[in-house]
Each structure stands twice: as structure tokens, then as C-alpha cells.
């Protein structure tokens, strides 16, 4: 989206090694939410932020508490079924959210 | 959890067809949305409401209507189907207080034909 710049759009990793991905905004944030979507097309939260760091298992996030700018999602020893389509979703002042283009994760054996 | 219910999951329609994707919501949350996602895009709201009988517009509300009848039901209408929008269509609700998080329903894969 035009205020969610989120990278990389797409991604390898083989099982075992670790990524990280990225949310970019163009305007200071509220909160920011990670989900994934699954091959069935259902949206699973990961994370609601607004502000600092999250972590569950394997998974952590992180949200710019200083300028309010960017937020990381790190996956950790990817297995397969990380794999996936991963979506951040950012709260603006205004009260809208805005989404990004999505990163399309493949974790291979 | 919040639930969010939508139906159908599945619509196959022609081309100047007549659709009503309906959405519930269990968890008395005021906010509801509905969205659609497309290859290469994120996902795109059409139209959301902050509660029964409210209505606001979205970013892409073109060929849609929206009504929300009760603070759990939100309903999505396309008077006159077409092509374009073929889509998978999400569902969602947020209790705007102190925790805005997006609760989504499963989706609705809509074909217009």
C-alpha cells in the first residue's frame, strides 16, 4: 500500500535459519499488527504492538517506540509450516489502517 | 477469541448479479470492516462502520454497499456483479478502546462471472 512499504515481497529460507522482515511507514503509527495468511487463506494475528517488542516461540516483533516509522517481524529457526503469506497492518493517528503488499514466505526442507 | 462469522465462504455469480456477503460478529466489538484482497495487493477496504446504522466509506467503496443492521451484523451488497469484482472478500471487527486489534473472519471467495 501507499503507506506501507513492506519488504521483502518474497522469500526462501531453507528450515533451521532465521529472516527478518519489515514494515516501512510513510507517517508516524499508532500500532502496527503482524498476521499470516495460510494456503487457505485465513488471517492469523501474530502480534498487536504499539510500541516495543513481542515475542511467542519463535517469533518476535518489534515497533519504532522512538519515531514510530518501521516494525520487524523476526522468525527464528523457520520451519515449514512458517510458510506463508505474512501482512503487517498499520494504525494511523486517524484512526485508519493501512496494510502492506504482503511477503510471500516459503520455507523449504 | 472474537468470532467473526462470515457466509457464505464460496459465491459463484454472473455478471450483472445481485450479492449480499453477510459478516457477525460475537464479541460486541464497535467496529466492523470489510475488505478485499487481490493478487499483488495487500488488503483494501471497501467500507466500515463504527456502529448500527453508521456507515463510512473506504478506499476502493466503488460498486459496493454496505449496511450495518445491528452492532453484531455487517452486510456487504453488490447490486450489479461485476468481473472486477471477483475477489476474496474479508470480514473484520476492532473494539476501539484500549486495544484496536483487527479480528478476521475466514473470507469469502467471490466469482463473478
Known amino acids: 500500500g501507499d503507506q506501507v512499504e513492506q519488504s521483502p515481497s518474497a522469500l526462501s529460507l531453507h528450515e533451521g535459519t532465521d529472516s527478518a522482515l519489515r514494515c516501512n511507514f510513510t507517517t508516524t503509527m499508532r500500532s502496527v499488527q503482524w498476521f499470516r495468511q495460510n494456503s487457505r487463506g485465513s488471517l492469523i494475528s501474530l502480534f498487536y504492538l504499539a510500541s516495543g517488542t513481542k515475542e511467542n516461540g519463535r517469533l518476535k516483533s518489534a515497533f519504532d517506540s522512538k519515531e514510530r516509522r518501521y516494525s520487524t517481524l523476526h522468525i527464528r529457526d523457520a520451519q515449514l509450516e512458517d510458510s506463508g503469506t505474512y501482512f503487517c497492518a498499520a494504525e494511523a493517528y486517524n484512526n485508519r489502517i493501512f496494510f502492506g503488499d504482503g511477503t510471500q514466505l516459503v520455507v523449504k526442507p | 477469541e472474537a468470532a467473526v462469522t462470515q457466509s457464505p465462504r464460496n459465491k459463484v455469480t454472473v455478471t450483472g448479479g445481485n450479492v449480499t456477503l453477510s459478516c457477525r460478529q460475537t464479541?460486541?466489538?464497535?467496529?466492523m470492516y470489510w475488505y478485499r484482497q487481490d493478487t499483488g495487493h495487500g488488503l483494501r477496504l471497501i467500507h466500515y462502520?463504527?456502529?448500527?446504522?453508521?456507515?463510512q466509506i473506504g478506499d476502493v467503496p466503488d460498486g459496493y454497499k454496505a449496511t450495518r443492521t445491528t452492532q453484531e451484523d455487517f452486510f456487504l451488497l453488490l447490486e450489479l456483479a461485476s468481473p472486477s469484482q471477483t475477489s476474496l472478500y474479508f470480514c473484520?471487527?476492532?473494539?476501539?478502546?484500549?486495544?484496536?486489534?483487527?479480528?478476521f473472519g475466514h473470507g469469502t471467495k467471490l466469482s463473478v462471472l
Open positions: 462502520s463504527y456502529g448500527a446504522g453508521n456507515l
Open positions: 464479541n460486541s466489538h464497535n467496529y
Open positions: 473484520a471487527s476492532s473494539d476501539r478502546g484500549d486495544n484496536e486489534r483487527l479480528f
